[in-house]
């Protein structure tokens, strides 16, 4: 059939089986978040674009190619702010954590807290396997807490995520440090001397982000820009004792938890406001794809958005890789899943044998409802027999038939689909009590 309104490049449409594994991921999240002792936030979907461009840096990819911004409709809206600047859709969720963290003056009434969010990013990218434009993240961000335990913290809840998936042994946590502001100047610096004489050799993205961030060179995936960075100065050469006792003492925190972890010197987060620990979960068995998460320390980005000296350090899962992973290893189980597809059915098909049933049915279906049962009924007008075909195939637990008789008697029978059990049920005031009582039988199932 044409279409003349396709969906928009770069996003999908959840339909009811879609959602399955989608509801899954978010219930796995909030369950581990919640058991790590964080809330849930619901910052907007939109933000001033200028918080954006403060907090991921101006020469960021995301700033500069990647944000879908709208400008503001009229002068009101601006409040007497210097730049009109417009709104951007959030292409990752720290900002406006660390925005509403502000705003609602948690520095001063609540310094340490501990929140998750889920929802949806928006990112104006080319869109290909595991990048969509609107794609779901689940995140977690500690504010107020500077010490490594609180690091650590935040990479136990991201593993248990994946191990609460189904991930095995293999998952890997590979670490590095980025350092104290001071160290990063300096390292700076040093990997502009050492890259400069290389850039012919690199590729375009390289030669392009050499100005703006250099940092970003040595997490480059093409091959040979790999090999050119393997030399690259170490910021471990020029950081200073705070950031290497930090380090340090994340990495013990890691051990009393049992956790084994790798360092790995090429991880640099891509945005600016990262400060000392910055980590990725992998999965090796997964070859290239093998990376699940990010995150790291940001203890500057609540100062420079205007508030005091806050340390923060948090994660960011994207459900897209995750389910593309999941997809891979085969999992979860059907089992796993049972319940989320079995609340796609109804418990109940209420069928009219005449049209006289019609409104009997009706009410019928409304008692069910109210007794908390999803019951359902026909809509379109059809035969009592493709009411029944209809009933099978939606997966219907009990059907109830409601005919002349039934309206004579004041009684119905409930009849399960997966068997010969039948209920006998009134048709009475009490209807409610009559059906929950009857529904929770144990021998009736």
Not at 210 to 232: I, M, P, Q, T
Not at 281 to 295: D, E, K, M, T, W
Request: glycine share 10%; proline share 6%.
């Amino acid at each position: 059939m044409a279409q003349s309104f396709p969906r928009p490049r770069g996003t999908r449409d959840l339909l009811p089986d879609d959602l399955v594994l989608i509801r899954h991921l978010e219930r796995t999240a909030r369950r581990v978040a919640e058991t790590g002792g964080c809330v849930e936030v619901r910052p907007p979907l939109f933000e001033d674009t200028r918080l954006f461009a403060r907090s991921l840096g101006d020469a960021t990819d995301v700033v500069e190619k990647e944000m879908f911004t709208v400008p503001r409709r009229s002068e009101s809206e601006q409040s007497g702010s210097e730049d009109s600047g417009g709104y951007t859709f959030r292409p990752e969720g720290t900002a406006g954590a660390a925005r509403a963290y502000l705003e609602a003056g948690f520095p001063q009434r609540g310094p340490l807290q501990k929140w998750y969010y889920l929802g949806p990013m928006f990112r104006y990218e080319r869109p290909q396997k595991g990048r969509e434009r609107q794609f779901t993240q689940f995140g977690v961000e500690i504010f107020g807490a500077a010490g490594p335990l609180a690091d650590a913290e935040v990479v136990e809840i991201a593993l248990r995520f994946f191990e609460a998936l189904g991930f095995g042994a293999e998952l890997e946590v590979r670490v590095n440090s980025m350092g104290d502001p001071a160290d990063r100047d300096r390292w700076r610096e040093s990997l502009r001397g050492y890259f400069e004489p290389q850039l012919a050799e690199r590729c375009s993205d390289c030669r392009d982000r050499f100005a703006r961030n250099v940092f970003r060179l040595l997490d480059c995936k093409v091959e040979r820009c790999r090999e050119l960075s393997a030399g690259a100065p170490d910021l471990f050469a020029v950081m200073g004792e705070d950031a290497r006792v930090h380090h340090e003492g994340f990495l013990d925190a890691m051990c009393a938890l049992g956790r084994t972890v790798r360092e790995d010197r090429g991880i640099v987060r891509g945005l600016d406001y990262y400060t000392r620990t910055v980590f990725e979960i992998h999965y090796p068995p997964l070859g290239a794809r093998s990376a699940l998460c990010g995150g790291g320390r940001y203890d500057g980005l609540v100062a420079e958005l205007g508030g005091p000296a806050t340390p923060a350090v948090g994660f960011a899962i994207g459900f897209t890789p995750t389910e593309i992973a999941l997809a891979a290893l085969e999992l979860p189980s059907e089992s796993e899943l049972a319940d989320l597809r079995g609340a796609l059915a109804p418990e109940v098909w209420c069928v009219a044998v005449t049209e006289e049933e019609r409104l009997p049915v009706l009410r019928l279906a409304q008692a069910l409802r109210k007794a908390g049962r999803r019951a359902a009924l026909d809509l379109r007008g059809k035969s009592v027999g493709a009411q029944m075909k209809e009933a099978g195939k939606s997966g219907a637990a009990w059907l109830a038939v409601l005919g002349p008789d039934e309206r004579t008697s004041g009684a119905l029978t409930l009849r399960s689909l997966a068997g010969e059990v039948e209920i006998p049920a009134a048709l009475s005031a009490d209807l409610d009590a009559a059906l929950r009582a009857a529904l929770k039988d144990p021998g009736s199932r």
